[in-house]
């Protein structure tokens, strides 16, 4: 069975909201498995993806908070899934997360996703399906690709139920990491992370940052398209239909849209696709 998530981040005015539960709407209709909401490192999106959490999960399909340890201290992050708890949240995204450039990791109590995973794990058992990320491309700030796999082993050995993978606009990128992974004996299912083209600049930067790379011959009929905001969105939800047929006949065992909080691109692609 093919699994389907969205992904969206929290909203900061009760508008924004108001669209996201909209956007919600739409995307329900094809009955995805859960909605992630995204969580800023150090808790600074705490109280909004808390609100957003429980407003989604009140709508029927479950929701699935992120959850990132870097700059969180444990009695937090304790009261935090508690709080989960009695929403009867089941799912949570185990990630280190980002701290703003220059923070470093050094006043964390855990320091590496493996950690909040462990964490997770012994405070609540095996209440919580746990997903953790996984890098087709590297994660930027691995020394190599083989330690980028020990670590994310790590994760899995912790814990870990399944994966979602940084987005990626190669498919053999992904049947890469998946092969290495399964000869390291690692069987968790690992979704694809699908990030729809809506936008080049945004994407670019985005994409230098994270470490995903776009392709050359992207690259260039984007840049082509200049301002023609149509002919990105149509040429990028070809080019993404394309690539997760590809996944999906390969053998990839669902896809997760990082929507960005809007509906069009990934409903799009997941019409073409079913
Ligand atoms: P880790 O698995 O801890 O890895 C981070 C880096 O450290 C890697 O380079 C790894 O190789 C290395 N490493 C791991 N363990 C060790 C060790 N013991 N010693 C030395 N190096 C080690 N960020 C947010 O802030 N909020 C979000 O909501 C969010 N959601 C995301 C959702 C998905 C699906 C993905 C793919 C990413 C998301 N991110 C989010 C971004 C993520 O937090 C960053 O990519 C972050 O830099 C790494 O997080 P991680 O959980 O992969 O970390």
């Known amino acids: 069975m093919t699994t389907l998530s969205f992904e969206f981040f929290p909203t900061k005015t009760d508008e924004g909201t108001e669209k996201l539960l909209k956007v919600r709407d739409e995307l329900a209709e094809f009955n995805p498995e859960f909605f992630s909401v995204t969580y800023g490192a150090g808790g600074s999106t705490r109280d909004r993806t808390y609100a957003i959490v429980k407003s989604l ?36 995204v185990a990630l280190r997360g980002d701290l703003p450039s220059g923070s470093g990791l050094a006043g964390s109590e855990l320091r590496y996703a493996n950690e ?11 209440h919580f399906t746990l997903e953790v990320a996984a890098y087709p491309e590297m994660h930027p700030q691995a020394t190599n690709f083989e330690r980028d796999l020990q670590n994310f082993a790590n994760k899995v050995k912790a814990g870990a139920d399944s994966a979602i993978t940084q987005y990626f606009f190669n498919a053999d990128s992904y ?23 809506t936008n080049y600049s945004k994407l670019a930067r985005f994409s230098d940052s994270c470490g995903a790379e776009i392709p050359r011959w992207i690259r260039k009929q984007l840049e082509a398209y200049g301002d023609n905001s149509d002919s990105i969105v149509k040429f990028g939800e070809e080019v993404i239909t394309d690539m997760c047929r590809r996944l999906l006949d390969g053998g990839a065992p669902g896809l997760h849209f990082y929507t960005l909080n809007q509906s069009q691109s990934s409903l799009a692609v997941w019409k073409n696709l079913v």
Do not use: W
């Not at 999960?57 to 700059?71: D, F, K, M, N, T």
């Not at 444990?74 to 709080?83: I, K, S, V, Y």
């Not at 909040?116 to 095996?126: A, M, S, W």
């Not at 000869?183 to 729809?196: K, V």
């Open 57 to 92: 999960q009140e709508r029927g399909i479950a929701a699935a908070p992120h959850l990132s340890c870097v700059g969180d201290s444990t009695a937090d992050l304790r009261d935090l899934l508690n709080e989960y708890k009695e929403l009867g949240i089941k799912r949570i």
């Open 116 to 126: 909040l995973v462990e964490f997770i794990r012994k405070e609540t058992g095996d």
């Open 175 to 197: 049947f890469h990491f998946v092969e290495r992974t399964q000869a390291m004996g690692i069987d968790i299912p690992i979704i694809p992370g699908i990030m729809p083209i």
